[in-house]
């Protein structure tokens, strides 16, 4: 599906690291472990053609030809929880708008509370910072969001005024420059642009 390319085009839009998306690429893969013989498939889904008594399958692992399989890989980041385990109250301002920032550029329906890790840093032990992840279900080509799709959209700092380097961000953004990036670069649908 599409789902690895809107991933890498939330960290690709996260210009310079604004919102935290971790460095994601596309990758491919061949392996055996990603090609399966079909044999569980129903006769309706094809099974006759595919399986155990298939021609095909009858070939050598060596004389099989392996799909290339196409995916995203991004940066492992160590956290010690998700949002799912913190109250809201333990965020600052900037934290919570820097991901609605995100959320709302790339139209994100699916920022629940798991898919926001949250770790401290060592000089500064009572700040959480927000690792925004998994950004399959983005820049849709349907533009519909709702409520319970942004976990963030009742926090008590999403009514806090934007800080002068939230506003700077968002007043720098290019939409047309990026709108060419994506579809230079990943061939993202224009429906979805």
Not at 35 to 42: D, E, F, P, T, Y
Not at 93 to 98: R, Y
Request: with cysteine.
């Amino acid at each position: 599906g599409e789902a690895c390319l809107r991933e890498v085009a939330a960290f690709l839009l996260d210009h310079d690291g604004f919102s935290g998306v971790p460095m994601t690429t596309l990758i491919e893969a061949k392996h055996q472990a990603f090609n399966w013989n079909g044999s569980m498939l129903k006769l309706s889904e094809g099974g006759a053609a595919l399986g155990t008594h298939s021609l095909d399958f009858c070939r050598s692992p060596s004389q099989q030809q392996l799909d290339k399989k196409v995916g995203s890989f991004q940066q492992f980041i160590s956290s010690e929880c998700s949002m799912d385990d913190l109250s809201p109250n333990k965020l600052t301002i900037d934290e919570v708008h820097k991901i609605a920032i995100l959320d709302i550029r790339i139209m994100n329906a699916d920022r629940h509370s798991a898919n926001l890790l949250c770790r401290r840093k060592p000089e500064e032990p009572d700040y959480i910072e927000l690792i925004p992840i998994d950004h399959g279900f983005c820049l849709g080509s349907v533009c519909e969001v709702c409520e319970f799709d942004w976990c963030w959209l009742e926090w008590p700092q999403l009514k806090k005024p934007l800080s002068k380097k939230s506003k700077k961000y968002v007043l720098k953004l290019d939409v047309e420059k990026d709108i060419r990036m994506l579809s230079e670069r990943l061939f993202i649908p224009s429906k979805a642009l």
